[in-house]
Each structure stands twice: as structure tokens, then as C-alpha cells.
């Protein structure tokens, strides 16, 4: 994230961001965790270690935000002429842009750890604990509960038939939240325990997403079967390979789905329709929960047998989907094609 970020920035040493960063995340973590020692039974409080688990599902949101932040604040102060170093123009660059940050450096590492120290002492607690607890805890309630994920996903969508693409919100409020989740379900089925969430990344993806945003290979099915046109066929045939991949910014642009006010509608509600039909079937245990964390390239039909581990169900399921996106998608492909053959002969009329 702090190289990225200050990649965007233009800042000239973009891996110095990243170390400050990661530093920073270091500084923060609690300065003693609670462990019980091999062939003891009381839990001990142990000093100058560190805890994996903040690096893992509890510590992410917090990592990214202290990430941003220590990186954000390094920048702006090396941006201070006055807190620049020159040691003269006899020495490589290399070691003269090192000296030349030192001092932003010491001030923003000095920064988190005096924040890390009084949330210690003020209110016996780190600055990891309590983004999880009062930021990321709360936002994922509710964006991986039922209602705020699919509003959410919607709005993402609704975005994209507008030409914005939907990462910028999904991206953003859903794939942090949700791939929590994922990791746990992962971590709970290594353990041989019971998974805890239907609801993740993957899942969203599997049954929200066939053959990429807005479950377009049911529109490319459609257009196979059904469409007279011969403009469709061509953009559909186009399509078809990156289609199944999960890759549809040809049927995006290309059909268009974009500022197409008929195609806006299965566009947006049928990713809804199938998760919320993929949902219920886990929810009363006939198919298997998301387990595996796979790309999300993955075929369709293929992704949800492996996305569950194997479970057939699923991909049933994932079939049924598919089957009611066609017949969804079809009464607004015909509008859409009717429409665009009067624009057509309007335009030969001229």
C-alpha cells in the first residue's frame, strides 16, 4: 500500500515509502501478547515478541490504514526543504538520497511510536485493536450481511452501466471486508471446524459475477440462442472467450451495456438474484460453503466445484443461475436489439 501510494504520488523513492510502512505497522503492534507456554496451563503476558495474528485477518484493515497514513504523513515531510539533509555532491546519489530523507524518516516512525505508547499507557490498548474494534469490526457486519453487501454490489454495478467501473466502490467498502471472511473460512476448513460464513469474496464472485460484473455470459447466451442480429452475434462471438474467464469489457462497451437503459436493469439485478439463490441453498446446507480462495478467472460451472472444495451441489447451483440469467436477460436483450434496429434505420433514412 505505501508503495503504491506513493508510486501515485510521484515521490522519488517509492521502496523508502514502503519501508516506513512497514515499520510502522511493526511500532504499533502491542508491546506484550497474552500465550500459554509449552506444558504450562496459565497464559503469561510475554514482552519483545511479536503476534502473527495481527498479520493475518485481525490486523489487515489496520495495516492498510496505518500503511496509508504513515505514508501520507512521511511524504508530506519530505516535501519541508527544511528537513532535507545535503551531505554535498561528492558522495553516489544513492547515499545522498538516503541522507537527504533521514529526518522525515525519524519524524514519522517517531510519530506512530509515541501514538502506539499513549494508547498503551492512556488506554491500555494498540492502535491495531482498536481499528479492528471500533473500524473494521462494524464495517464488516455490515458489509458482508446479506442487505449491505448486495446494496452495496448494486451500486457498484449501477456505476459500471454508467462507465465507471465497480472496483471503485466494490473495491473499496466490499473486498477488504469480505476477504476476512474468505481467510477465516479458509483457516477454519484447515482446522477441521465448522465454517463460519457463507458470505465471502469468492462466493460473491462464484455466483454474482459468472463470466464477469454482471453475470454476463448469461447475456452472451441469450444473444447466441435468441438474437436475430447479426451485430450481436459478432459482438457476442468477440466476447465469448474472455467470457468465460470472466473478462466482459468487450459486451461492457461492446454491445453496449453502457448507458443502454434496458440493459441497465439485469445488469444490476441479476448478480442479486444469484447470490440470493446460491445463498439460500447454503444457508439450509444443500451446497457446501465457499472454501477456497481460487482466481477469479476461473470458468464458470468449474469455479463453483472448486470454490467449494468439490461439492457438486454447487455447481447445480451455479447451473440454475446461469439458466434464470438467460431467461432474465432475454425480455431486455429484445427491447435493447428492437431498439437499436430503429435507431439503425432512422440513421439509413438520412
Excluded at 211 to 239: D, E, M, Y
Excluded at 334 to 342: C, D, F, N, P, Q
Amino acid at each position: 500500500m505505501g508503495y503504491t501510494l506513493a508510486k501515485n504520488k510521484g515521490f522519488n523513492n517509492a521502496l523508502l515509502a514502503a519501508v516506513i510502512a512497514l515499520s510502522s505497522l511493526i511500532i504499533v503492534m502491542p508491546f506484550t501478547i497474552n500465550l500459554v507456554p509449552v506444558g504450562a496451563k496459565k497464559a503469561v503476558d510475554i514482552s519483545g515478541a511479536l503476534d502473527f495474528s495481527n498479520l493475518g485477518t485481525t490486523g489487515m484493515f489496520a495495516g492498510i490504514i496505518i500503511g496509508l497514513v504513515a505514508t501520507e504523513v512521511f511524504i508530506r515531510l519530505s516535501k519541508i526543504k527544511h528537513l532535507k539533509i545535503n551531505i554535498g555532491g561528492n558522495v553516489p546519489p544513492s547515499v545522498s538520497a538516503s541522507f537527504s530523507d533521514m529526518i522525515p524518516v525519524i519524524i514519522t516512525l517517531s510519530f506512530m511510536a509515541l501514538l502506539s505508547s499513549l494508547l498503551l499507557v492512556i488506554g491500555k490498548t494498540n492502535l491495531i485493536a482498536l481499528i479492528t474494534n471500533l473500524i473494521q469490526e462494524p464495517l464488516r457486519r455490515f458489509n458482508t450481511s446479506l442487505p449491505g453487501m448486495l446494496f452495496i454490489y448494486s451500486c457498484g454495478n449501477f456505476l459500471f452501466t454508467l462507465g465507471i467501473h465497480q472496483t471503485v466502490i466494490n473495491g473499496t467498502l466490499l473486498d477488504p471486508v469480505l476477504l476476512i471472511n474468505m481467510n477465516k473460512n479458509m483457516a477454519a476448513y484447515a482446522a477441521h471446524k465448522a465454517i463460519p460464513y457463507i458470505l465471502t469474496n469468492t462466493f460473491r464472485d462464484t455466483f454474482g459475477m459468472i463470466g464477469g460484473t454482471g453475470s454476463t455470459i448469461c447475456l452472451l447466451i441469450a444473444i447466441f440462442i435468441f438474437s436475430k442480429q447479426r451485430a450481436s452475434k459478432n459482438v457476442a462471438s468477440l466476447s465469448g472467450a474472455p467470457g468465460l474467464f470472466n473478462i466482459n469489457e468487450p459486451v461492457i462497451f461492446g454491445y453496449p451495456i453502457v448507458f443502454n437503459i434496458p440493459m441497465m436493469i439485469p445488469f444490476v439485478l441479476q448478480p442479486v438474484i444469484g447470490i440470493l439463490i446460491a445463498y439460500f441453498f447454503t444457508s439450509i446446507g444443500w451446497m457446501s460453503r465457499v472454501v477456497v480462495f481460487i482466481p477469479w478467472t476461473t470458468p464458470p460451472l468449474l469455479s463453483a466445484y472448486l470454490a467449494t472444495a468439490g461439492d457438486w451441489r454447487a455447481v447445480i447451483v451455479q447451473l440454475l443461475i446461469i439458466i434464470i440469467g438467460v431467461l432474465f436477460y432475454l425480455p431486455f436483450m429484445k427491447i435493447s436489439e428492437r431498439v437499436m434496429a430503429r435507431e439503425a434505420s432512422l440513421e439509413n433514412q438520412k
